[in-house]
């Protein structure tokens, strides 16, 4: 029974606390400033080519809610992205590539 509490207290301050889009963002942004890939790529292959024309609708964020969490994802120029997901106020990014 103290647990069954604990879960739904614990899920009602998660509802409470999910982090806003702005807070995704202002996380997103930090992330991106701080990416610098390893190496340059010396070949140009299909993926660059399809990453390069995505890149060109970049700064185009999904936000999405699940109630007590919540998920962002940003196109960057290239065939990188930034995936956030958030919960309880707190916003974790990393940059991927596709």
Known sequence: MRLLLLLLIAGIAAYFTVPTRAQHEA??????QTYHPDVAAEHFSLDDVVGYAKGAFAGTGSYQSFYIASRYTLDMPGPEYVECYGAFTLVQCQVKRS
């Open 27 to 32: 996380a997103a942004r930090a992330s991106m």
